[in-house]
Structures are given as structure tokens and as C-alpha cells.
């Protein structure tokens, strides 16, 4: 079993920046792709970024030059680092993992945390 704590949220200013942790903690050896989603009201959850287990990144566009996601090791704290904020970037941010393949598809993970809420005022 993989547990995931999200933590770090708030309400910022348009411009601000946040940064964002995932607590991780597996009772499992087994090595596990990690991604971070995002679901605004009314809206589908959707990919931000994905993070494979050597530690390259990939971004959804929208958060390419704004966002960085790092890792300590493949089981430990997990951080998306947010500047730039926009308005277009609130949403409750989800951590997630998967146990087979680095991807961005909500429906194919395998653990999901219970969110984080990120308010931006324009």
C-alpha cells in the first residue's frame, strides 16, 4: 500500500508562488511513478506533472516554465514548486502514483492523496 499527504496549499496573488509537498510512505519495495493532478470546480481532473523513477519531469503545457517537480528519493517528500501563479491555476492539486508506467491520465493511477486547495487572486 502506498499512502500520499498533500500539504502546502493557500490563497496567493496572482504572480505568488507556492510550493507544494506530498508526503509518501509505501510498505512495499516496489517502485512507483508519481504525478501530480489538479481538479477545479466544474471541471475534470487533469494532469500537471509526472515524474519518472530516475527523476525526469514532464509538464503538462499550460505549467512549462512555471512549475518544478523534484523528489528527495523514489519514497520520501515529493514538492511541485508553483510560480507564476495565474488565475487559470486554482484547483484542489492531488498527488498520485502508479505502480507500471510514468503517465497523466487520471484514471490509470493507482494511489491518490486527499488534496490540497490552491486559491490564486487575480
Known amino acids: 500500500q502506498v499512502q500520499l499527504v498533500e500539504s502546502g496549499g493557500g490563497s496567493v496573488q496572482a504572480g505568488d508562488s507556492l510550493r507544494l509537498t506530498c508526503a509518501v510512505s509505501m510498505d512495499t519495495h516496489a517502485m512507483y511513478y508519481m504525478a501530480w493532478f489538479r481538479q477545479a470546480p466544474g471541471k475534470q481532473r487533469e494532469g500537471v506533472a509526472a515524474?519518472?523513477?530516475?527523476?525526469?519531469?514532464t509538464f503538462v503545457d499550460s505549467v512549462k516554465g512555471r512549475f518544478t517537480f523534484s523528489k528527495r528519493n523514489p519514497k520520501n517528500n515529493m514538492t511541485l514548486q508553483m510560480d507564476s501563479l495565474k488565475p487559470e491555476d486554482p484547483a484542489m492539486y492531488y498527488c498520485?502514483?502508479?505502480?507500471?508506467?510514468?503517465?497523466?491520465?487520471?484514471?490509470?493511477?493507482?494511489?491518490w492523496g486527499q488534496g490540497t486547495q490552491v486559491t490564486v487572486d487575480s
Open positions: 498520485a502514483a502508479r505502480r507500471y508506467s510514468c503517465v497523466l491520465q487520471p484514471n490509470l493511477q493507482d494511489f
Open positions: 515524474i519518472d523513477i530516475p527523476g525526469r519531469a
